[in-house]
RNA sequence: GCCGAAGUGGCGGAACGGUAUACGCGGCGGUCUCAAAAACCGCUGGGGGUAGCCCUGUGUGGGUUCGAAUCCCACCUUCGGCACCA
């Protein structure tokens, strides 16, 4: 009885600490901002703001159907810098949206009888929440969703556009059809290397297909200008080794006994007298004409063989390089010599013209071919200190001409252009430049794209559908059979139309635009939403293109990026814009792995919720932890323990605001309060710094510095000074694009205008930031020996004396004799005897 | 094979050519508690020493420099991209 008194007691002291401390209750406090915000239309840009404009993107996502941890990396420090920028005086417009054209709609459809539109919309609105639980600035009434009619009506309208001016044709052509997804691949789709569909990885077969292409070859050299944007090199290199453009000359080559000539190219004229035999590619159209009477047989057996790998897979470049003799001789143009004619698959029909001149002595692959053949390897560029003898492999790299007639004796780089003018003086070639890059093939044989606006008409030939008669609608009622035909294909009401010229009977094109093609301007969209006298309104576009910030994953660097620049490209030629590039400014965030550190999968099981994290530590934990983590553009493996770090340290800086100041005696030291506004200003001068710089883990790491230092603080007299004042003040204004809940929450307890939002970002007084004492580093022969504390503006000779002075440094030093004294003002003294 | 990026504590990662390991996680010790959890405080690269301290240490081996994680050369490893483009 007597005992449980003092247990009563201590009971309730302890309800009393805990009614005093209240507690950070973050799903609470999400939901109440976030629905706030909402109300408020807080994140709607306006074009009339007189601040700049800026506009900030995040690549849209697709709707797949959950968002997952990827996105949130993606988005929420691109969502952090968005609302940095703002607070730092733009208007920022940051649009959401979803890329909702595409296959795995359709076999959904297929295989659980679901409409693709009802189950990309159930995603979409699906997706619409959980994006809302980010906490992000979406503007959402800019939102866009590439699958609505109001849409894809203009996707349809850019179709027109550049069918009008020469960009959209339609041509046969060997394509790469995935037997899988039942359709023609961009080349860009088809995984190099094994030749596979990059989706579901099935090997892609060639066929010739009549299909639709974009000329995006038409601008393959502005493509490679990047003078006007700021990317990552990474993606710039990637671009440019696409794109493979290539100078060299183009020429004929006689056929002993016929009147055809076949053409040539090579980047290496230089070397023409060097070759000593012609290879065909094996689908080059002249290889029947070509081959002698008794070479057929093998010649047709090798093209069989040929064909079969070219489908399988051509795994390698070391693969040996065979081929077979046709029979046939060809003339070298510059010497007359006869050389004899091949068919080999490693010349590839898809590049240059089909057909090559072998000069083993200067090309590997020449060299390879040679010596399998037996075929005579003559030098004609000799390198330095050539000692006249055959060379041991193929030498590729500039020397002295030899062996080639009255241009021996020239620096190859001359003799290339030599041998150019030559030929075209002679008329026998000129000069040309190839590119690896092809036209864009945008046509699929599905459902669930936009429908590509033209009629076939047995009258007319192929009309475009009036621009009055967009969109062109995807009917509802199509069937989706696994039969691997378009459902398109088989809609009669669909199919049959009237020809909008002569007014008789036309069938619609069935095939529909890859959703790269709803990707290339959806930026161009949320500048106008709700245009409808076309895609984008040419005042409001004009306010906010181009994008000022783009963020995204490398993964778009050959598709997507290539795409969007040249559809922008095309947009300012026929007079739809008047910038040339969509994008200003890149940056490639990582990607986050599992805690295993492997891709996140449901098959390894490693996957991350992040609703699940929202509903438990909240969205602004999560956020935080995804930019703490490390690098953005680095990426890396998710850790439990790691995001709980973060999680205190949020809750400790809702104590630093929230707890009740104890009552503290004295007065605060002005060495206190100098040094309060000495860390204050010099953690806004890092994290401005770090954030300018997308370094958000180091930016992080400084508040949390930071807050360790004003939990100390707060016990000692400082806290009831101004310099207090403006240090949480600071706090919460640069924790507020990471953490925007919690920022909010705690700036109206301060009592501080709403929003936090809306306020300023704090600038550093460089003269408060500055320190009054220094550390100067004391070495000896360069390793560190002591340290000095000095005051600011102390002079070399002052500090020398003081180094000088030192035990440890005279001991060191002992009886050698110094050497020199090396002075870095205000950080270091290195002190260097022997 | 070619091109590019990167290798730092037990882990994620910090470090304008100038105090290596900030910040966080984990671990150890402590406070509080009947006890545990939470929270808070302290310690925490390795080796040596009772201690003041000393030695050593940023993938490996060299070099430049008063001084190198940082710059240069070679090599090893990892990750990306390209891979017959004439």
């Not at 030098?379 to 492999?393: F, M």
């Not at 100041?661 to 010099?682: F, N, W, Y």
Request: negative net charge.
């Amino acid at each position: 009885m007597f005992s449980r008194i003092p247990g009563q007691l201590r009971k309730s002291s302890r309800e009393e600490v805990f009614m005093t401390r209240e507690k950070y209750e973050p799903v609470r406090i999400q939901s109440r901002w976030q629905k706030k915000w909402e109300a408020d239309g807080l994140y709607h840009a306006q074009e009339d703001d007189p601040h700049p404009k800026f506009y900030a993107l995040t690549m849209l996502p697709y709707t797949s159907g959950d968002l997952h941890m990827g996105h949130w990396y993606a988005m929420a420090p691109s969502d952090a810098r968005a609302r940095y920028l703002r607070m730092k005086g733009y208007n920022v417009m940051f649009p959401p949206g979803f890329d909702a054209f595409g296959l795995p709609a359709e076999n959904a459809a297929i295989n659980h009888h679901i409409h693709p539109y009802k189950w990309t919309m159930d995603n979409v609105a699906r997706m619409r929440g959980q994006l809302r639980t980010m906490g992000a600035m979406w503007d959402w009434p800019r939102e866009a969703v590439t699958c609505d009619p109001a849409y894809y009506k203009w996707t349809q309208w850019f179709f027109l556009k550049f069918w009008e001016h020469g960009l959209a044709y339609r041509a046969m052509a060997p394509v790469d059809w995935c037997p899988h997804c039942k359709t023609v691949l961009a080349r860009e789709q088809v995984l190099e290397g094994d030749r596979t569909c990059e989706r579901c990885h099935t090997p892609v077969v060639k066929k010739d297909l009549e299909q639709w292409f974009f000329r995006i070859t038409n601008y393959a050299d502005e493509l490679l200008d990047f003078s006007r944007i700021q990317w990552p090199d990474r993606v710039r290199t990637m671009q440019t080794n696409w794109i493979g453009r290539s100078e060299g000359v183009e020429f004929d080559l006689s056929i002993e006994g016929s009147p055809k000539k076949i053409r040539v190219f090579t980047t290496r004229p230089d070397t023409v007298f060097g070759m000593s035999f012609a290879v065909l590619a094996p689908e080059h159209p002249f290889v029947h004409e070509f081959t002698a009477p008794e070479h057929r047989a093998e010649v047709e057996d090798y093209e069989y063989k040929a064909r079969r790998l070219a489908e399988i897979d051509r795994l390698s470049a070391e693969r040996e390089r065979e081929g077979v003799f046709i029979g046939a001789y060809a003339l070298n143009p510059v010497n007359g010599e006869r050389v004899p004619l091949y068919i080999a698959d490693y010349v590839l029909m898809n590049y240059g013209t089909g057909a090559i001149m072998g000069v083993p002595a200067h090309d590997e692959r020449d060299y390879d071919f040679a010596r399998r053949q037996h075929l005579p390897i003559p030098t004609v560029i000799a390198p330095a200190n050539w000692d006249g003898q055959p060379l041991p492999e193929a030498y590729t790299g500039q020397g002295t001409m030899v062996n080639s007639g009255k241009f021996s004796g020239l620096p190859s780089p001359q003799g290339w252009q030599a041998i150019a003018d030559e030929m075209e003086h002679l008329g026998i070639g000129e000069r040309k430049v190839n590119y690896r890059l092809h036209d864009w093939l945008i046509s699929r044989q599905r459902y669930w794209g936009a429908p590509i606006p033209m009629v076939y008409c047995d009258h007319c030939g192929l009309v475009p559908v009036p621009e009055e008669q967009l969109p062109v609608l995807l009917p509802e009622d199509a069937e989706f059979l696994p039969t691997g035909d378009s459902p398109l294909k088989l809609h009669q009401g669909f199919l049959s139309t009237t020809c909008p010229r002569c007014g008789g009977p036309g069938r619609r094109e069935t095939d529909t635009m890859d959703t790269f093609m709803c990707s290339s301007w959806y930026h161009m969209r949320y500048t106008s939403p709700g245009y409808d006298k076309g895609p984008i309104d040419p005042q409001r576009g004009r306010y906010w293109l181009p994008v000022d910030q783009y963020t995204g994953g490398i993964e778009h660097a050959v598709m997507h990026l290539l795409y969007t620049r040249f559809f922008t490209k095309a947009c300012r030629d026929i007079g739809i814009l008047d910038h040339d590039e969509p994008m200003l400014r890149l940056f490639n965030q990582g990607t986050i792995l599992g805690e295993d550190g492997e891709k996140m999968s449901k098959s390894r099981g490693n996957v991350v919720n992040p609703d699940d994290l929202v509903n438990s530590l909240g969205a602004d934990t999560t956020r935080a932890y995804l930019m703490f983590i490390g690098p953005w553009d680095a990426g890396g493996p998710w850790n439990t323990h790691g995001i709980e770090g973060v999680h205190r340290f949020l809750q400790r800086v809702w104590d630093v605001v929230t707890r009740p100041v104890r009552a503290i005696a004295g007065i605060p030291t002005d060495e206190q309060v100098a040094s309060l506004r000495r860390i204050t200003h010099k953690t806004i001068r890092r994290v401005t710094d770090d954030i300018e710089a997308f370094r958000f883990n180091t930016m992080i790491a400084a508040l949390m510095e930071f807050n360790n230092y004003l939990i100390k603080a707060k016990e000692t007299p400082v806290v009831l000074t101004d310099a207090w004042s403006e240090a949480v003040r600071a706090l919460l204004l640069m924790l507020a694009p990471i953490a925007p809940h919690l920022g909010e929450e705690l700036w109206e307890r301060l009592g501080g205008p709403y929003s936090i939002h809306q306020q300023s970002w704090p600038e550093w007084d460089e003269a408060a930031a500055a320190d009054e004492l220094l550390t100067v580093v004391l070495q000896v022969n360069g390793r560190v020996r002591d340290r000095l504390s000095i005051p600011v503006g102390l002079g070399e000779e002052q500090v020398r004396e003081l180094a000088m002075n030192s035990p440890k440094v005279q001991h060191f030093v002992a009886d050698q004799s110094i050497v020199k004294i090396v002075y870095v003002p205000g950080k270091l003294l290195n002190v260097v005897a022997r």
